[in-house]
């Protein structure tokens, strides 16, 4: 996917909001983005995205469906990688 337009959306909370909850077709997600830092170093390779700012916004139709027919990462153990402008 293109870095520039892809956020994550975990699990734990499609979960939350699923199911258990009044009307969940009916939700939105709303993702504020503002990429500020535009390069990121990763396991020897370098990502370098454009500055991006903006209010998008999903239904949580859209992302279950998206949820049912993709893979999902598992974190075995989550490492912070440092961050650059």
Known sequence: MEPRFTVTFNLKDALSYGPWGNDYRQFRVFFWVDWVAVRM???????????LTGIWKAEFAQIEELRHRSHIHWYNQRQRHPESN
């Not at 990763?42 to 454009?50: C, F, H, T």
């Open 41 to 51: 170093d990763y396991y020897n390779k370098g990502y370098v995205v454009e500055p």
